[in-house]
């Protein structure tokens, strides 16, 4: 089993919706969790970074962390066509070294 | 500024062929790290720089792969005797400094699209 578990989707929700995306985890000792954005045959580039539980909001992006049930959530509002790219959940603990263990990321069509 | 750029963009080889990429951080940034992406799988961690020494190698695959880092700055990825499961997406990503996140989250840059025939 895969520390990280993510849905590949494919997703394609209509312009204007709202957007759930998911990982649930194994690790225990994961406090940090980074959501990226990675357009087709680009880098990925970070979105929105929480530490431990709690909800972060930036825009129209809302990152929620429930560590109690080991899942992260992303969530789009008033999705557009430009959001349509492969969202990769990251974490790491504050053990051990900094490397981030991502999930295989979830790819994302907004249809105009 | 300018972000992490790596080079080559794209890199075709001859299975048997060893091949070097190219990383160059962010300015200033002392942490850099190597990355490997797969059709169908996630990023998966290689390598992690902090100045020139490697505190963390646990994710080469094998001894056919080392990397470097001079100068605090450029980092350079080599396979030896590359084979058909080389095949993937080699990214860098750099950080003002080591850490967990936030002030110390990871950048990405474009990768490297390696292709062993």
């Known amino acids: 089993q895969k520390e990280v578990e993510q849905d590949p989707g494919p997703l394609s929700v209509p312009e204007g919706a709202i957007v759930s995306l998911n990982c649930t985890y194994s690790n225990s000792a994961f406090q940090y969790f980074m959501w990226y954005r990675q357009y087709s045959r680009k880098g990925p580039e970070l979105l929105m970074y929480t530490y431990s539980s709690g909800n972060k909001e930036d825009g129209r992006f809302t990152a929620q962390v429930d560590k109690s049930s080991k899942y992260i959530s992303l969530f789009i509002r008033d999705s557009q066509p430009s959001d349509s790219a492969t969202y990769l959940c990251?974490?790491?603990?504050?053990?051990?070294?900094?490397?981030?263990?991502f999930g295989t990321g979830t790819r994302l069509k907004v249809l105009a | 500024g300018a972000g992490v750029s790596q080079s080559p963009s794209n890199k075709v080889t001859e299975k048997g062929k060893d091949v070097e990429l190219r990383c160059d951080p962010i300015s200033g940034h002392t942490a850099l790290y190597w990355y490997r992406q797969s059709l169908g799988q996630g990023l998966e961690f290689l390598i992690y720089f902090q100045g020139n020494s490697a505190p963390d190698k646990s994710g080469l695959p094998s001894d056919r792969f080392s990397a470097e880092r001079t100068g605090g700055s450029v980092s350079t990825l080599t396979i030896q005797r590359t084979q058909q499961e080389d095949s993937a997406v080699y990214l860098c990503?750099?950080?003002?400094?080591?850490?967990?996140?936030?002030?110390?989250?990871?950048?990405f840059g474009p990768g490297t699209r390696l292709l062993v025939l």
């Open positions: 990251a974490m790491s603990s504050t053990s051990g070294t900094y490397k981030y263990i």
């Open positions: 990503a750099s950080s003002p400094r080591p850490g967990f996140g936030g002030q110390e989250t990871q950048y």
